[in-house]
C-alpha cells in the first residue's frame, strides 16, 4: 500500500526538513527587517502573501520532493495558487513556509515554518522553527516533544482562572465572525489569568507543548496551519481537540490545544462556534 506507515522512515524524514527548515529560516531571518513585496490573497486586504511565502514553500517541496518524489503535499501557497489537495492515506507533507505573514512583513518576531507529514491521515511528525529567535520544536509521534533537542512538556494547568490563553482576531472580517470571536475573546478575557495574541498559529501550539500557554483556541485556520503543532501538543503531554468538544479534524479548520483534558473540558461549552468550509 502507497500509504503504509512501514514506508516512511519517520527519522529519516525528520533528518531532511530538519536541514530544510533551517535553510528556510535562513532566508526568513535574511529578510524580517527589509522591505517586501506584498500581495494580497483572494480578496482579502489582510491575508499577507510575500515572495518569500512563495520561495520558501517552493524550496521545501522540490528538496522533499527529490528523495521522496511519490509523497503529496498540502502548502498555503500552492493551495493559495488553485491548487488544492485533498488529504489522502499517503504520506502527505503539510507546510506553512511562513506562518505569520503579517507579522513577517511588519518585521515581528513571531514567524515560524511549520511543517507536519500526515501518514494514513494520521500526524506523525512535525517541525516548527520561529529563525528570528532561534527555536526549533519537534515531534515524531510516540517519541516525545523538543525545543532545541532539550524535551519539553505542557504546563498541566487545569483551571481557566490559572491560565494564560493564545487567542487571535483572525482575518475574517465579516459581522457574524467579528462576533464569535469578540465573544470568545472576552469569555476567555474574563475568566483567564491572561490574554496573549502572537499572530502565529505554529507558534501558539509551540507555546501550549512548552507549558508558556495552557490554552489556545482558533477557528478558520487551515490544516497548514495546525499539522506540525498538533503532534507537537500531543507529544508535550497536552490535549487537542474540536473546540466543540469533539475530536480534533485536521481538514475541519479549527482546533482547541490545552495543558489537560480538565481545561478544555471546562471551556468548550462556552464557546460560540464558527464552522468554517473544510479545507
Known sequence: MSGSNEEVNLHECLELITRLARHAGKIIKSRIDKKKTIETKANNSIDFVTETDQEVEKLLIEGIKQKYPHHKFIGEESFAAGIKEELTCAPTWVI???DGTTNFVHSYPNVCVSIGLV???DVKLGVIFNPILDMFFRAIKGEGAFLNDEPIKVSGVKKLTDALVAVEFGSVRTVEFRNIVNHNINYLATNAHGVRSAGSAAWNLAQVARGAIDLYVEMG????????GDIIVREAGGTVIDPAGKDFELMHRRILATSSTEIAEEVYSNFQQYYPEHD
Open 221 to 228: 485556520l487551515h490544516a497548514w496551519d495546525m499539522a506540525a
Open 96 to 98: 506553512d513556509p511562513v
Open 119 to 121: 501518514v494514513g491521515c
